[in-house]
């Protein structure tokens, strides 16, 4: 039989779909059933979407769904296949890393059922191929992923239902944007509409293209929407967290690429007005992603809570994401889309690594961890290379996407974006110190002497993951390879890859070669061990209590804030402490409260008394009548 | 016109009783005379000064004769005029019984 | 195939409303069954006349008299449609009422129930104004008569809820009334047809006059802002099934009869839409916001349902196909889902012996399958994909798009709008699923006659959500019908 007749999208999705099912059904009977049930349904997705790879497929999907008779479509290209071989990749890892993280939790069913739903929309959102599924699938996706956050329990009530709103109101304005594409153009099939986009009035791109780019901003948890991100990543159960931090936060910026570049199209974008050569849409998104990424990390430095902090780490990287993605330089896509690849392998390791230790030591207080790197060494390693890979320290392969798109930035001379990714990649920096030395490095603290790496299901996709961040790091041609057949397919000059090791970057700065790089690099890092290994027998090891207290005897309490880590960058905080205060969450807090105020309000229209709506029907009559007499 | 008038003054007397009477007998009294003023204006519409009966016997001229579709369209409306106000104060008398009051002010439990 | 005359479809039901009383004296629990199998006659009857209708309009005409001058039923496919919906829903609640109804009394609640359906089918069907006065009584005094059906505890508020409904609803028949008296003064005619084609010639004033009557008669009955003061009382009082059939049957052949009134007499008077679009947002947004801070079930359900009939108003206002399609479909959804959703909050009411929404609790727990289906109904009214409200949604949006600028308001207010909505209704879903309950006992389902009708509507919600199709071929005739206007319908007669 020819297999290869079955490596279509639409099988990829009514694979996970009957298999969320199946594994529903099967799983309510037996655990054993659920976990391999969905390990086998995701890994025979992430199968079949690998080996779509350089397919171009375009099929309905259904005949007609609505009265004018709309088709749907799913297919595949460069674009989407780059996203859904990172989507695939890392839902069948979190399966496999939730089975041990969420055994015996509340609705473990469920868990496993939604996350392949959420698999499924995901994947759906990127297969689709017209306006009316890529909605259906990313409401799909917004349901799920809200579902996933609840399970949970009640303490994540207030962030699901947050994140629902936000993400609800931002489908909302995709959908009033689609609406218009749809009624203005008579179709919803992507290549039909990027065929009449030529022509289109400038007021009319402008409008359905920012009412749709709202949908994304709010799931790229971008600058005035970011404020679900942070509370929904840190309260959502620690086996779905890496899901949805390092996949599901991708999706926004494929939105993005997908309506600027594959729809609207880059000619027509500069001719909604350009900015030095970047379309002014592309820079709008480009300044939001940048302010974005600087506020976040603000916000990261600060946290003491590791999930949190990880979340707001996550928002600032989906900026750097973004500011790619706008600026639209050969150079920024390339880099945006590096970032995101990135992004999904070191976000997910460190969130993996969190849920890991926090189900170790049962509390998400970076102050009340510490020295865990000799007890857990695989977890600390994996986490160590995804931390440098996050600080885009060289010799990771996030640095090689920073890179790419500070050089960008600095290429088109934004003197706003560019500083602003300087100084939240130092910032980034400075929280990711702070993961590494509260949680790994310092003295164990005691209820923590015993602790050990976690099981294999844990550690296998956090190693997998961080070798691959490690490997793109020496080879970054294979993942930009990919890259730039995505970028040449969204009319976008393609990056140059040379070869597997070595990628030119613009012609004006030259060429970098990873090989040579890494090689220096861990030369360097040899010298500097084998210094470290020498000096370091003088030191001593002493109670985490010490530094502060010289030996005296006291009782240890945690609140006090002796740990280190407790109050860590104090003077940074100092600094931007009366810009901090000023959060957005309160505004969006206070609207809602104002509104249910408002509606406490107009609610008493309904007085309770017969004779007040007697006098409403006489009003309204009367009105009428005047209206009739004089207008009519 | 006078009957225009008539039923004019006679809906505007069942408002005015349903928008200041707080006692809900009296609403359904200002219901049931609004009623009332509906069928004037009904009939009115119909009525020609001096006509006959809408039955065509020989040397009755149809422009002589009242218009009878009003008429029917009355009845009927008489009917169902006298079996909501009926119901409209059987329910007073079990508002009566639950309240102990027919002040349409204090039989608001259910607002907002 | 067998024709049945739509008239039998009243006549039956009235008949049976004089025999069942009468034979409950010989043989007690007849009522049940003599109800039961008038509204499978009329479910066949209704069935039998879409599929007619879909060809060719079917035209009955009583006594012999032909229109202008008799009174005609008149079933296109929009009336035909809707004539099924209530005799569905009015068998499927058929189902779900025993154990709200107490023995005893249930001969008078089955006749006037089947009266109910009669009414409200008599107003989707007639041809002639007055006529259509004449069933709106017979289905409001039959709905204020169930409404006061309670006995017990809940007879305060039903009681309560009964004479704010019997005051503003007479006030809405007196001025109905004296629109039509208006406009037979102004065209001398009351076939619905001839007065469509008579109107254009006729006084402008008084025919305007007339109109503003007709709204506000109308209106009353399809829950329009501010005239809806009565609903949330009626809903929040009447025994479950009432609730459903109010939210189902009720409220959307009143809105029917508005949306013939002006839409076939008027010939879609431009003025008239406009008020109709302005209110309709303000019911949508004044109901929905209502809604929000909500702590008792049916009241919420409630104003989620004059939000709703808010949302109607503005898709038939929209005048245009794609938005009247888009209307429709609400207004099936709506009348399908709010159904099942009375029906599972009846349930769940009937188990706790409470209204209020903090003990729903964990009732995913408690009453698994129930909250299942209540939550297909919340889904679908939230407008979730792979449900009904998710069709009629993005139709309707689609349809606002098309009229321009304003149009994209409207949308944009809509969704705004539904967005209260899932907030509300998401917070209902959640408490039932994801709090814990503070009583971990399981409550008795209901019984399976009463599961029935209620996986059968959620089997409905799915349906609409996934294959439209199916509804867009008896709905887009319908939408035609009211676009194209009485006049050719009926040659002009």
Request: a positive charge; glycine letters at 8%; charged letters at 10%.
């Amino acid at each position: 039989m020819d297999y290869t007749a079955f490596i279509r999208p639409e099988y990829v999705l009514m694979l996970l779909f009957a298999g969320a099912l199946i594994t529903y059904f099967a799983g309510k009977y037996s655990s054993m059933a659920r976990y391999s049930l969905s390990l086998l349904f995701s890994g025979l997705a992430l199968l079949m979407v690998a080996l779509l790879y350089g397919k171009n497929t375009l099929s309905v999907w259904t005949p007609s769904i609505t009265p004018n008779g709309i088709s749907m479509y799913v297919g595949t290209n460069p674009l989407t296949w780059f996203f859904a071989i990172i989507l695939a990749s890392l839902s069948f890892l979190t399966i496999m890393y939730s089975i041990p993280i969420m055994k015996g939790k509340r609705m473990e069913n469920w868990f496993y059922t939604l996350t392949l739903l959420l698999m499924g929309s995901m994947l759906g959102v990127v297969f689709s191929s017209d306006l009316l599924s890529f909605f259906i699938f990313w409401e799909m996706m917004t349901l799920s992923s809200y579902l996933l956050v609840t399970l949970a329990g009640k303490r994540s009530d207030k962030a699901a239902l947050n994140y629902m709103i936000l993400s609800t109101m931002g489908a909302y304005s995709m959908l009033t944007g689609i609406t218009m594409l749809y009624v203005h153009f008579g179709t919803t099939e992507f290549s039909l509409l990027s065929a009449q986009i030529p022509g289109t009035p400038v007021n009319f791109l402008w409008l359905s293209l920012g009412l749709v780019a709202v949908g994304f901003l709010v799931k790229s948890a971008a600058l005035p929407f970011y404020v679900w991100a942070a509370p929904a990543y840190s309260e959502a159960p620690d086996g779905f967290t890496p899901l949805f931090s390092g996949a599901l936060s991708k999706l926004g910026a494929y939105g993005l690429f997908l309506f600027m570049y594959v729809i609207v199209g880059m000619s027509a974008l500069i001719g909604m007005g350009s900015f030095r050569g970047v379309s002014s849409f592309g820079y709008a998104i480009a300044l939001l992603g940048s302010i974005t990424a600087f506020i976040a990390t603000l916000y990261a430095i600060r946290e003491d809570d590791i999930k949190r902090l990880l979340a707001y780490s996550s928002v600032s990287q989906v900026g750097y994401i973004l500011m790619g993605l706008g600026i639209g330089t050969s150079l920024s896509v390339a880099g945006s889309l590096y970032h995101a690849l990135n992004h999904a392998l070191f976000k997910t390791v460190l969130f993996m690594g969190a849920g890991a230790i926090i189900q170790l030591t049962g509390t998400r207080k970076m102050s009340e961890m510490g020295g865990l790197a000799t007890r857990m060494p695989i977890t600390f390693l994996t986490m160590l290379i995804s931390i440098f890979s996050l600080a885009a320290i060289p010799m990771t392969s996030g640095f090689g996407s920073k890179w790419l798109i500070y050089e960008a930035a600095i290429n088109k001379g934004f003197v706003f974006i560019a500083p602003l990714a300087f100084v939240a990649s130092v910032g980034s920096f400075l929280y990711s110190f702070r993961l590494l030395q509260a949680v790994f490095l310092g003295q164990l603290p005691d209820g923590l002497k015993d602790a050990k790496d976690p099981s294999l299901l844990v550690t296998i996709p956090m190693i997998a993951l961080t070798s691959i961040t490690v490997l793109f790091a020496i080879v970054p041609g294979v993942p930009l390879g990919a890259i730039a057949s995505a970028e040449s397919y969204m009319g976008i000059q393609p990056i140059q890859v040379d070869s597997l090791f070595y990628f030119r970057i613009g012609n004006s700065f030259g060429a970098y070669n990873a090989l040579v790089v890494m090689t220096i690099l861990l030369f360097a890092m040899l010298v500097a061990m084998i210094m470290f290994a020498f000096a370091g027998s003088k030191s001593k090891k002493v109670d985490q209590h010490d530094t502060y207290l010289s030996g005296e005897i006291y009782e240890h309490h945690s609140d006090l804030g002796l740990h280190y880590a407790a109050n860590f960058y104090r003077p940074i905080e100092r600094m931007f402490e009366p810009y901090l205060r000023l959060r957005l969450e309160r505004t969006y807090d206070a609207f809602g409260r104002g509104y249910e105020l408002l509606s406490e309000g107009i609610r008493r229209v309904y007085s309770g008394d017969v004779q007040t709506y007697v006098y409403y029907v006489i009003g309204f009559l009367g009105m009428l009548i005047i209206l009739a007499g004089w207008w009519w | 016109m006078i009957y225009y008038m008539a039923a004019a003054f006679l809906i505007a007397i069942g408002i005015y009783a349903l928008m200041l009477k707080k006692n809900m007998i009296k609403m359904v009294i200002g219901l049931s005379l609004m009623d009332s003023g509906v069928n004037l204006l009904l009939i009115s519409l119909g009525y020609i000064n001096g006509g006959t009966a809408p039955i065509l016997l020989n040397g009755v001229k149809p422009q002589e004769v009242v218009d009878p579709l009003p008429q029917a369209l009355v009845l009927t409306n008489v009917v169902i005029g006298v079996s909501v106000t009926a119901l409209a104060l059987s329910v007073i008398i079990r508002v009566y019984k639950h309240y102990k009051t027919l002040n349409s002010d204090k039989v608001r439990d259910m607002k907002w | 195939m067998v024709n049945i005359d739509p008239t039998l479809m009243i006549g039956i039901p009235l008949f049976m409303g004089f025999l069942i009383p009468s034979v409950a004296i010989v043989w007690k629990n007849s009522p049940r069954y003599l109800a039961g199998f008038t509204i499978l006659f009329n479910l066949i009857a209704s069935t039998l006349l879409l599929i007619r209708s879909l060809n060719a309009p079917v035209i009955s005409v009583l006594g012999g008299w032909q229109p202008p001058y008799g009174i005609v039923f008149v079933a296109g496919p929009l009336g035909s449609m809707l004539a099924l919906l209530i005799s569905s829903m009015t068998m499927l609640t058929w189902f779900y009422l025993p154990p709200h109804i107490k023995e005893g009394n249930e001969t008078k609640f089955y006749m006037l129930f089947i009266l109910l359906m009669a009414g409200a089918t008599g107003m989707v069907l007639t041809g002639d104004l007055f006529n259509l006065f004449v069933f709106t009584e017979i289905t409001s005094i039959a709905s204020f008569s169930l409404l006061a059906y309670s006995r017990g505890k809940d007879e305060k508020e039903a009681v309560e809820a009964t004479i704010k409904y019997m005051i503003i609803g007479s006030l809405s028949s007196a001025f109905f009334l004296i629109g039509i008296a208006l406009l037979y003064g102004a065209t001398g005619t009351l076939n619905m047809a001839d007065l469509a084609s008579k109107i254009p010639s006729a006084n402008h004033n008084l025919v305007m006059m007339a109109l503003a009557m007709i709204i506000t008669g109308l209106g009353i009955e399809a829950e329009m802002f501010p005239l809806n003061g009565w609903t949330p009382d009626a809903y929040t009082g009447a025994t479950h099934p009432v609730s459903v059939m109010f939210a189902s049957v009720v409220v959307k052949a009143g809105f029917f009869a508005l949306i013939r009134v002006v839409f076939l007499i008027f010939g879609a008077a431009t003025e008239a839409l406009q008020i109709l679009m302005i209110f309709g947002l303000l019911t949508l947004f004044v109901g929905e916001s209502s809604a929000l801070r909500q702590t008792d079930l049916k009241r919420m359900l409630a104003y989620s349902s004059i939000g709703q009939m808010g949302l109607l108003l503005v898709a038939f206002s929209l005048n245009n196909q794609t938005a009247l399609v888009g209307g429709l479909y609400a207004m099936l959804n709506h009348a399908i889902a709010k159904g099942l959703l009375f029906m599972a909050a009846g349930s769940f009411i009937f188990a706790l012996g409470t209204r209020d929404i903090s003990a729903l609790n964990g009732m995913g727990k408690r009453m698994p399958v129930t909250s299942a289906l209540f939550t297909i109904g919340a889904f679908s009214i939230m407008g979730l994909p792979f449900f009904g409200g998710f069709i009629s949604k993005i139709v309707i949006i689609a349809g606002s798009m098309q009229a321009g600028t304003e149009g994209m308001l409207v949308a944009i207010l809509i969704l705004s709008a539904s967005l209260i909505e899932l907030v509300y209704f998401l917070r209902v879903v959640h408490r039932i699923w994801m709090r814990e309950p503070e009583d971990d006992s399981r409550l008795k389902e209901a019984p399976f006659t009463q599961m029935f009708p209620m996986i059968v509507l959620a089997a409905f919600v799915f349906l609409m959500g996934i294959y439209p199709q199916a509804f867009f071929k008896v709905l887009i005739p319908a939408a035609q019908e009211l676009l194209r206007g009485l006049g050719t319908m009926i040659g002009g007669a």
